[in-house]
Every structure is written in structure tokens, then in C-alpha cells.
């Protein structure tokens, strides 16, 4: 069993920067796949990024891809995004979430989830 705790969302402009932490609970974080998704008011929850256990690999979706940045610490059992030039579109609650495989952006091989952290962006 896994337990997922998010933090760092709030309220920023359009350009700003943020970090989101993700806590897991449990000995086995070290060997899962981590994945951050977000979903808006009104639309699907999304991908936006995976790291491997080792944190060697990593992948995101095209919409963030040169702006946001996974990475994790093992040894803290923490995973973190940071976002920078956010953009209104950005806005949503973003969720963690561990995965037992291979990295991935499908949200069906992802098995433990945390209640997610809200960030809005202002234009």
C-alpha cells in the first residue's frame, strides 16, 4: 500500500513558478514509477509527467515539455514538479500518482493516487 500526499499548489500569474511535492508513505516508493496528472473544470484527467524508480528516465506531455520538471528524491520518498511559465491553461488540480511498471502516461497503469493540489494561474 501506497499513500500519496501533494502539496505547493495556490494561486499564481501567468509566468510565475511554482513546485508541487508529492509524499509517499510506504517502503516500496523507491521501486515505483511515479507520475504527476492534472485535470480542469469540465475536461479529462491528463498526463503530464512520469519518472522512472531511478529517476533516470523521464517523459512528458507535449503541452509542458521544456517548462515543467520531474524529478524525485528516494531517500525523502518525495516526488516533485516544478512548473515555470505557467499559463492559464495550466490551471487544474494536479494529481500524483505510483505506478509498479515502466513509466507511463496512461492513467489505467497507475495504482495508487493521491487527492491532488490545486493551481491556478491568472492571465
Known amino acids: 500500500q501506497v499513500q500519496l500526499v501533494e502539496s505547493g499548489g495556490g494561486l499564481v500569474q501567468a509566468g510565475d513558478s511554482l513546485r508541487l511535492s508529492c509524499v509517499a508513505s510506504?517502503?516500496?516508493?523507491?521501486?515505483?514509477?511515479m507520475g504527476w496528472f492534472r485535470q480542469a473544470p469540465g475536461k479529462e484527467r491528463e498526463f503530464v509527467a512520469s519518472?522512472?524508480?531511478?529517476?533516470?528516465?523521464?517523459y512528458y506531455a507535449d503541452s509542458v515539455k521544456g517548462r515543467f520538471t520531474i524529478s524525485r528524491d528516494n531517500a525523502k520518498n518525495t516526488v516533485y514538479l516544478r512548473m515555470n511559465s505557467l499559463k492559464p491553461e495550466d490551471t487544474a488540480v494536479y494529481y500524483c500518482?505510483?505506478?509498479?511498471?515502466?513509466?507511463?502516461?496512461?492513467?489505467?497503469?497507475?495504482?495508487?493516487w493521491g487527492q491532488g493540489t490545486q493551481v491556478t494561474v491568472s492571465s
Open positions: 500518482a505510483a505506478a509498479p511498471g515502466s513509466p507511463s502516461d496512461r492513467k489505467s497503469d497507475y495504482r495508487y
Open positions: 519518472i522512472s524508480w531511478t529517476g533516470g528516465r523521464t
Open positions: 510506504g517502503r516500496v516508493f523507491s521501486s515505483y514509477t
